[in-house]
């Protein structure tokens, strides 16, 4: 049945405003109620099932939830979906579509909103604590991630659905009257998120749903601890049963149901280059026989850079070369993973960006002096430390910093900086998702010449920064970097970008481009038909130029 909540009403959704970022400083409030929150936490052990058209269901296929740093304590078990459970979810989710589809856009924004409150109070220091854990994430890397870009997802997302329903036909010729309805797509939308970003993982299955699309979850396997608490957020803020369907699971178990699927309607994906484009290739097979050509919207991998000038401030370069490429251990697609400096300005800034190392430490996340943790799990750090092996071993590169890794009891890996003579190094080169940071370092005279060396160096596009005080120094990197960033930063780390301030994709190998927390990313989970209605339709059907002279 349709609501008539807001009938006889035109609603404005609240103007969001980005969520604060609590600083939980010693003998802050809220830095006692995440600690009570960690040690709840940090004491029990969970079972976790999928969620299928509202109901749990248990597989009996089970995985763990462990903790990165300190990977023999079980944090939960998890139910792993199958290929008929994927079914099951498929159904759920058509079949929750009939009524989600025809309910008036103001009722499903409520849920939304309300979930949004649900984070920043009740729930806040619960998602933060399990983020932290689960995903071996510092405090303020939970707080800027889990709480403040989740809550700033779900707040801009309603009201940037608002701004695309207010997008109508500008003329109307007299007698008639056009209008656009954005439907949703017909089917459902396969959501695949990350580990690294609960943020992320929260909006790709709900930025469809505000638009009145059903989804199947799959969260990573590393990472399912924060979704399914956002799952209970969700089914308290009033969303639906089966709307969003969570189906934890191996990729090929979830994914290739899901691809097959006649009614597959979208793929919301963030994770890497090789798995998205198997899942393009996979949808282009199977093209012939979907009902409707899929949306694919993807943000994949990065090999972002900080480009010196100069000029450059020498503190703020060193800063962000730090906060940059260490921050959550490097395991961000827009964290610094290699640099080009200047040779005049090499020897501050190597020394300063020593210095600053030896003061950072390293260990478990309860113990918040701490600024790197450990990586998500074994085959990361397995992946990682091949990298710095190889580089120990090449005579075109030394490690200046870092280089020791022990994955004993947690998987920690020192932050690494890596010197290489040649721009073309293997890690200038690959995507290394982990805490390396690769320099070269370039004659001043050639600082053109090398920013075109960064533009052809890597096949992807997803940040960069440049550092200059010189203006003119700025403008030419703005130019020759143009194509090899989608989100560009002026003399600040290529990573943090905000909801509503600046929205996030890159183009290449970095994904499609489609701009999460913005209107861009919402618009293609909308299928617009275009209504006339004729007032006065014609009664003849000679035309006057039918007339005799």
């Known amino acids: 049945?349709?609501?008539?909540?807001?009938?006889?009403?035109?609603?404005?959704?609240?103007?969001?405003?980005?969520?604060?970022?609590?600083?939980?400083?010693?003998?802050?409030?809220?830095?006692?109620?995440?600690?009570?929150?960690?040690?709840?936490?940090?004491?029990?052990?969970?079972?976790?099932?999928?969620?299928?058209?509202?109901?749990?269901?248990?597989?009996?296929?089970?995985?763990?939830?462990?903790?990165?740093?300190?990977?023999?304590?079980?944090?939960?078990?998890?139910?792993?979906?199958?290929?008929?459970?994927?079914?099951?979810?498929?159904?759920?989710?058509?079949?929750?579509?009939?009524?989600?589809?025809?309910?008036?856009?103001?009722?499903?924004?409520?849920?939304?909103?309300?979930?949004?409150?649900?984070?920043?109070?009740?729930?806040?220091?619960?998602?933060?604590?399990?983020?932290?854990?689960?995903t071996s994430k510092n405090v303020f890397q939970a707080e800027i991630d889990a709480a403040c870009e989740l809550i700033d997802f779900l707040r801009f997302n309603v009201y940037y659905a608002q701004q695309i329903y207010r997008e109508q036909p500008m003329y109307n010729a007299a007698g008639s009257w056009n209008l656009v309805q954005h439907r949703p797509l017909e089917g459902f939308v396969f959501a695949v998120t990350p580990f690294n970003f609960t943020a992320i993982a929260g909006n790709l299955p709900t930025s469809p749903a505000i638009m009145g699309n059903v989804a199947v979850w799959k969260p990573a396997s590393s990472c399912v601890y924060t979704p399914y608490?956002?799952?209970?957020?969700?089914?308290?803020?009033?969303?639906?049963?089966?709307?969003?369907?969570?189906?934890?699971?191996?990729?090929?178990?979830?994914?290739?149901?899901?691809?097959?699927?006649?009614?597959?309607?979208?793929?919301?994906?963030?994770?890497?280059?090789?798995?998205?484009?198997?899942?393009?290739?996979?949808?282009g097979e199977n093209i012939q026989r979907y009902k409707s050509y899929p949306r694919i919207v993807g943000e994949t991998g990065g090999k972002d850079f900080v480009f010196a000038h100069a000029s450059a401030d020498i503190p703020s370069l060193v800063t962000a070369l730090v906060r940059g490429a260490y921050e959550y251990q490097g395991q961000k697609c827009s964290a610094a993973s290699r640099a080009y400096i200047p040779e005049s300005i090499w020897p501050q800034v190597q020394q300063a960006l020593l210095d600053e190392l030896k003061q950072t430490r390293m260990g478990d996340v309860r113990d918040f002096r701490n600024l790197v943790n450990a990586v998500i799990d074994r085959k990361a750090f397995s992946d990682i430390t091949a990298y710095i092996d190889y580089a120990r071993e090449s005579a075109d590169a030394v490690i200046l910093a870092g280089g020791n890794y022990d994955d004993s009891k947690g998987y920690f890996i020192e932050p690494t900086v890596i010197l290489a003579s040649k721009p073309d190094f293997k890690t200038m080169v690959e995507e290394i998702f982990g805490p390396v940071l690769t320099i070269y370092v370039y004659p001043d005279a050639e600082y053109e010449q090398t920013l075109q060396l960064c533009d052809r160096t890597s096949p992807y596009a997803l940040t960069g920064a440049i550092f200059a005080q010189e203006r003119q120094a700025v403008s030419q990197a703005l130019a020759a970097l143009e194509n090899c960033a989608g989100n560009f930063y002026i003399n600040d780390k290529p990573t943090g970008a905000v909801v509503g301030q600046q929205p996030f994709g890159g183009g290449r190998a970095s994904g499609t481009n489609d701009k999460a927390g913005s209107p861009l990313n919402l618009v293609r989970w909308v299928s617009p038909r275009t209504i006339k209605e004729n007032f006065v339709p014609p009664t003849a059907v000679p035309y006057p130029f039918m007339d005799a002279e």
């Not at 597959?264 to 290739?281: C, D, I, Y």
């Open 229 to 283: 608490l956002f799952m209970q957020i969700l089914k308290e803020a009033g969303l639906p049963d089966g709307v969003i369907n969570f189906v934890p699971g191996r990729g090929a178990a979830v994914g290739d149901v899901c691809l097959a699927h006649p009614d597959l309607a979208g793929v919301h994906f963030t994770g890497s280059t090789e798995v998205f484009q198997n899942m393009w290739r996979t949808i």
């Open 1 to 134: 049945m349709m609501s008539h909540l807001y009938n006889n009403a035109i609603v404005e959704v609240p103007r969001p405003e980005n969520e604060p970022v609590l600083s939980y400083a010693p003998g802050s409030a809220e830095r006692a109620k995440l600690k009570a929150a960690l040690d709840e936490i940090a004491g029990q052990k969970i079972e976790i099932p999928l969620i299928i058209g509202g109901r749990e269901v248990r597989t009996g296929n089970i995985a763990q939830v462990v903790m990165p740093h300190d990977h023999g304590h079980v944090l939960a078990e998890y139910h792993q979906a199958g290929p008929k459970e994927v079914e099951q979810a498929i159904e759920a989710a058509l079949e929750a579509q009939k009524v989600w589809r025809s309910l008036r856009w103001e009722d499903r924004a409520a849920i939304f909103l309300k979930a949004a409150d649900l984070l920043a109070g009740k729930y806040r220091y619960r998602m933060n604590a399990a983020s932290m854990l689960s």
